[in-house]
């Protein structure tokens, strides 16, 4: 018991003395790595509608429509394997590094492929 105590002063003596681990969030913006998943974007004038990145979703997140020239993704199914970017013959699918906002509704973001 009372070197569990002089443990435990000995973590705060050295506590007093370090520089924060803490990162100041609103302040001071995180640094994203280059291989950050975050979310994925897509190049909407070089798709060409091929639904191979619908095919290879494991989750069904991603859906294709090439009648109404449409393509959507709902992020709450999307498990961000990447592999629907790896597949894409125009590599118009990128993970983009910035994540995207909280959100309390279940969203599906579609885009329109002119």
Not at 73 to 92: A, E, G, L, S, T
Request: with cysteine; glycine share 4%.
């Amino acid at each position: 018991m009372i070197s569990d105590i002089f443990k435990m002063f000995g973590l705060v003596m050295k506590s007093l003395f370090k520089k924060s681990v803490c990162e100041m969030y609103p302040f001071k913006k995180p640094t994203y790595y280059e291989r950050t998943r975050g979310h994925i974007a897509i190049d909407a004038p070089n798709c060409i509608l091929c639904s191979l990145c619908e095919k290879r979703c494991p989750t069904g997140a991603l859906k294709v429509d090439k009648d109404g020239r449409k393509w959507a993704i709902d992020n709450f199914k999307c498990i961000y394997c990447n592999r629907c970017v790896d597949c894409c013959p125009k590599k118009c699918l990128m993970m983009d590094n910035q994540y995207n906002a909280p959100s309390t509704t279940k969203t599906i973001e579609t885009v329109d492929i002119p």
